[in-house]
């Protein structure tokens, strides 16, 4: 009887202890799976909202928050200063909690942002006025607006997969305005460019583009580069990425346009730039502990390891040597310190890759 | 003797009346002193509702010990993430605002790093007054290199983050305070670019046209910093529709052009000299600003 009982008592430790250990591996499981299957929302993104933007204006919302506003300044478009327009998305920001003001240490600062001052990136729609940055559902006129406060501007944005999107601060409503203005001049230059009838001249305004600052413009560019006769188009690009000056983004559009122009050159000319940034990075530091790469080591990091992805897509296996160089830096440099578990980890895609396909007998 | 009764008796009531009036009179700075001295209690609690009765009161006196008491506040905690978010202090500063804006800039300026961001950290909870906007004006006029050289300590650069909030504010107020616009216009001329800037974009906002400023705003295209002469083409391109309707900012005699004619002839044709400006942010602000005055000018043509 009490063996019965003291193997009741066994197996329903066992029970406990298995329930005790499954439930141990689900939570590991969910902890480890959830920054893998966090769901990102969008943020608000300035060049995004400001390229995609029908009108830009300033506005306050008055006394209420209930999605009415007048304007203030049009930066863009032809509203007129004292007009009222109706942006329904605006009223759901009417209880403060939805404007508290987050530190980005990820901290509440305790304040609300008012709405007596907002920047909206607005696009026309049948229905009215809409946000013009983010797509569909993930859109909306909150990561399409900035709102100010004593000059300085507070955007929404998500700091962590599957956290919530909150306000913080981005700087001041005049680099906002620089900035919206210089990325529209980009858009205007661009439609201008693409209207030039001589095929040199529309080169030469692309080429400019192509050099500037603003991202959504440069595929653009490019992709009108392209629309030009090969011979044209591949000597132009050739150029571009023998330009050490070249900014990361530009040169990882420019490599992979050439490998669609002229894919059989474009290996050479890829490794001919890495071999370029690979020797700015061997550079020692003078007496001051300035290098070539100081202050701009982040993009010319970025630069290394667009060049070395876009290897993959250009068919040249002889381009393993030379990233075995850059490794070799990439391995003893401390400036490239910070990068090189990223930058390794595509070295080491490229050298699996064409290894592998050495081995299959693949050849150009 | 009865006499002396009623003599004293009369004494009496006119010391009471006195007493009452000066009272009554008096009775903001009497609670306002009582608060200021509970703000020096040992008691937490009794502080936090000092605080809070002096923001009531929107007390600038009290600006300088609720200043202290978030510095103390900082400083006794080793990190921010040990902090809770609310602090009775801030709320109070917050709650005294824009009226408290001279005593708070003093407060600035004899700061450390630490206590500025906590004062910087304000400007999202200042809601600007209308009747303040004179302080304001006198504050951003005191943010400038040379009265600030004169205070302990030196560190104009770190002035500019004060101005900013002071210019977002008076920003705010936009067509609530247009009275203040002749000494926002003094303030263009003072010898600090920052203040200069500030003061352009401050103008733009309280001002519905730019009317007597415009021969200002004009001269300010040729100033010899870039913020300003930007401030200066954007406010142009923001005042576009209004310059139709503007006098000429500087008559020629024997003109045979409209004064409106000529205000547009000056403005554009400064405009277009800027489109050549070594600083690319003012090149690209004057393509904006003559873009639209254009764009208004062909719409009015076409609507004639």
Redesign the interface.
């Known amino acids: 009887m009490n063996e019965t009982s003291s193997t009741r008592v066994d197996v329903r430790a066992l029970g406990i202890r298995r329930a005790l250990i499954s439930a141990a591996i689900a939570m590991l499981v969910f902890a480890i799976s959830q920054p893998l299957f966090g769901f990102y929302l969008p943020s608000f993104h300035l060049e995004d909202c400001a390229w995609n933007a029908t009108d830009v204006v300033v506005v306050t919302e008055g006394e209420a928050i209930d999605g009415k506003v007048r304007v203030l300044e049009t930066w863009i478009g032809e509203r007129e200063v004292g007009e009222t327009l109706s942006v329904s998305g605006l009223a759901s920001f009417a209880p403060p909690a939805w404007r508290e003001v987050w530190d980005w240490n990820r901290k509440a600062t305790g304040q609300s942002v008012s709405g007596r001052r907002i920047v909206l990136f607005l696009e026309r729609t049948k229905d009215g006025w809409t946000g013009a940055g983010g797509e569909g559902k993930y859109g909306g006129i909150g990561i399409a607006s900035a709102w100010i406060e004593a000059g300085r501007a507070y955007v929404r944005s998500q700091l962590e997969p599957s956290g919530p999107q909150r306000f913080h601060e981005s700087g001041t409503e005049a680099t906002l305005r620089t900035r919206t203005l210089e990325i529209r001049a980009a858009k205007d230059e661009l439609a201008l460019a693409t209207k030039i009838e001589d095929p040199r001249e529309r080169l030469a305004a692309l080429v400019q583009i192509v050099r500037g600052e603003i991202r959504t413009a440069i595929p653009l560019a490019i992709a009108e580069i392209e629309k030009l006769d090969p011979d044209t188009a591949s000597k132009a690009l050739k150029k571009l990425l023998a330009d050490s000056d070249l900014r990361s983004v530009a040169s990882l559009y420019v490599a992979q346009a050439l490998i669609r122009v002229v894919i059989h050159d474009a290996g050479p000319v890829i490794v001919s730039a890495l071999e370029r940034e690979t020797e700015r990075w061997q550079v020692p530091p003078d007496a001051s502990g300035k290098t070539p790469n100081k202050g701009d080591a982040d993009d010319r990091a970025d630069k290394c390891q667009y060049l070395i992805e876009v290897l993959l897509k250009a068919k040249y296996p002889e381009c393993l040597p030379a990233v075995a160089r850059f490794r070799r830096t990439l391995e003893t440099s401390r400036e490239l310190r910070p990068y090189r578990s990223t930058i390794g980890y595509s070295c080491d895609r490229l050298e699996e890759f064409y290894g592998a396909a050495a081995a299959r007998g693949e050849t150009r | 003797m009865r006499s002396r009764i009623r003599w004293v008796r009369s004494l009496a009531v006119i010391a009471l009346a006195i007493g009452a009036t000066a009272g009554w009179t008096f009775r903001h700075y009497v609670a306002e002193s009582w608060y200021l001295y509970r703000l020096d209690s040992s008691d937490r609690s009794v502080r936090e509702k000092a605080a809070l009765e002096l923001g009531q009161l929107r007390s600038r006196r009290a600006v300088a010990p609720l200043v202290v008491l978030l510095a103390e506040e900082r400083s006794s905690h080793a990190s921010?993430?040990e902090r809770p978010?609310?602090?009775p202090w801030?709320?109070a500063l917050?709650a005294i605002g824009s009226r408290g804006i001279l005593e708070l800039l003093e407060e600035y300026r004899a700061a450390d790093d630490a206590t500025r961001a906590e004062i910087d950290?304000l400007?999202?909870?200042?809601?600007p007054r209308t009747e303040d906007a004179p302080a304001l004006v006198a504050a951003l006029g005191r943010t400038a290199e040379s009265s600030y050289r004169e205070g302990t300590q030196s560190a104009p650069a770190k002035m500019a983050t004060f101005r900013?909030?002071?210019?977002?504010?008076l920003?705010?107020l936009?067509g609530s305070a247009p009275y203040v616009a002749g000494e926002v216009e003094a303030l263009t001329r003072s010898p600090d670019p920052g203040v200069r800037r500030s003061a352009v974009?401050v103008l733009r906002?309280i001002l519905e046209a730019p009317g007597e400023h415009l021969p200002r705003l004009l001269a300010l295209l040729r100033d010899e910093d870039a913020g300003v002469r930007?401030?200066a083409a954007?406010t142009l391109g923001?005042f576009g529709?209004k310059l139709l309707g503007e006098r000429s900012a500087t008559p020629r005699v024997g003109d045979d052009e409209s004064p409106v004619d000529s205000t547009r002839a000056d403005v554009t044709s400064e405009l277009e000299r800027l489109r050549g400006d070594s600083s690319t942010?003012v090149a690209?602000?004057a393509?904006?600003a003559l873009g639209?005055i254009r764009?208004e000018m062909n719409g009015a043509r076409r609507s004639k």
């Open positions: 921010d993430a978010p609310a602090s801030r709320e917050v950290a400007a999202v909870g200042i809601e900013d909030m002071l210019s977002g504010l920003v705010e936009e974009l906002a930007t401030e954007f923001h529709p942010e690209l602000t393509k904006w639209r764009s």
